[in-house]
């Protein structure tokens, strides 16, 4: 099994481009290997990183993301619904469509410019259109640039549940432009500081007392070694869920009650959750949960659970979850780092949440 720091040269973060603010971060999956580009203005590199052979490039995006990309192609512009309904089959069609009509051929290129509901799309309409053509992406919120945009994971919602269609399609080149940052919106900003939290307890060392531009290269280089070492989610890429049981329960009550939660701030409250329920499972010591609480809200994130959440309500949905195949599964910490762990006694689980504080 392969186990590098992404190719990275042994730097953390992936080595600075000479001449440059850049720095580079290569994921390793051999043949299949890309690099991922973090810093200002590296969205002007989208034409010399497509192929040379690229005639034609559909520039997907979606309303209100102020930024675009020169590909110097022939170029056909998709513009997605807002939100998270643009992550449908039907959206996923009516682009292919337009692709087929402005003459695509299995030579060209998608290039994503946007959070990872775009790259998300995106990337599996490359995954499917002609059996799977080149894409690009130009990840422009925090989330999407140390998480979604990494690692080749794309797809769609059904009715039935978030991404369960979906392919494993890695792209040519990842281009983090933390300039794109700047117009973000200070709660998507808080999302992506969620996503954060969750590799500083991973092992992503420092993150609180480096500039932006490093923090997102550290998260970009943890996240892409994980990945060239476990490519498929098989083991070590399960852990990236960390915090994210209690999360995804939160967010589907959320959206059970008409409420409205960013997914970072119940990725927060989760990885709290998971400190509590190591300790009391005698995984950790108490001093586990402070480094937790102090890391959580030194980046300004919630660590109470939501007052509409309902413990009956949240073992249901945690029964569900896709890690769930032998009972309640979660990634905990325990004496060598984060692992996951089956089998959890419900009845311990909603002890701890009925502990927790609750916001009001
Ligand atoms: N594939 C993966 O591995 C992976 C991992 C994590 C999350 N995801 C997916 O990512 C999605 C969430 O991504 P997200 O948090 O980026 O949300 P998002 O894509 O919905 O973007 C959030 C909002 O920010 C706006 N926006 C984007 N960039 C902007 C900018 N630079 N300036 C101003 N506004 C901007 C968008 O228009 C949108 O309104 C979910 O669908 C989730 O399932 C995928």
Same mark, same amino acid.
């Given at each position: ?47 010399? +990183? ?92 925090? +989330?999407? $640039? ?5 690692? &080749?994971?794309? &797809? ?13 399609? $890695? ?12 117009? +973000? ?28 531009? $490093? ?5 970009? &280089? ?30 589907? $009550? ?107």
């Amino acid at each position: 099994m392969r186990h590098t720091d992404a190719g990275s040269g042994g730097m953390e973060g992936g080595e600075e481009i000479p001449g440059s603010d850049v720095r580079k971060v290569i994921v390793d999956l051999g043949a299949s290997s890309y690099p991922v580009l973090v810093g200002k203005g590296v969205r002007s590199q989208v034409s010399t +990183l497509l192929s040379e052979s690229v005639k034609r490039v559909a520039v997907i995006t979606q309303a209100g993301i102020p930024w675009g990309v020169e590909t110097m192609r022939e170029e056909l512009r998709i513009e997605l619904p807002p939100g998270e309904s643009a992550k449908r089959l039907a959206v996923v069609e009516r682009a292919c469509s337009e692709m087929a009509k402005a003459g695509l051929t299995r030579a060209d290129a998608v290039v994503a410019v946007g959070g990872g509901v775009v790259t998300d799309l995106a990337g599996f309409v490359a995954a499917v259109y002609h059996r799977g053509i080149e894409v690009l992406h130009v990840p422009t919120t925090l +989330l999407a $640039q140390v998480d979604a945009a990494i690692g &080749g994971k794309c &797809g769609v919602n059904l009715d039935e549940g978030k991404n369960l269609v979906g392919a494993f399609w $890695q792209p040519k080149a990842v281009l983090c432009d933390t300039e794109t940052l700047s117009s +973000l919106p200070e709660c998507e900003q808080l999302n992506g500081r969620g996503e954060m939290a969750k590799y500083a307890f991973l092992g992503v060392p420092n993150l609180a007392g480096v500039p932006l531009d $490093q923090q997102v290269a550290q998260c970009v &280089g943890h996240k892409a070694a994980v990945v060239s070492e476990d490519e498929r989610e098989g083991g070590r890429r399960a852990l990236l869920n960390y915090g994210h049981t209690l999360a995804h329960a939160i967010e589907a $009550q959320a959206l059970h009650h008409g409420n409205t939660i960013g997914h970072g701030e119940a990725v927060a409250v989760g990885l709290h959750f998971a400190a509590l329920l190591a300790t009391r499972m005698g995984r950790v010591g108490p001093e586990e949960v402070e480094k937790h609480l102090a890391v959580l809200d030194r980046l300004g994130l919630p660590t109470a659970l939501p007052g509409y959440v309902e413990v009956g309500e949240t073992l249901e949905y945690m029964a569900r979850d896709k890690k769930a195949v032998d009972g309640l599964t979660f990634v905990l910490m325990g004496d060598s780092g984060c692992e996951v762990v089956s089998g959890v006694s419900p009845d311990l689980v909603a002890e701890v949440l009925q502990s927790m504080p609750t916001a009001l």
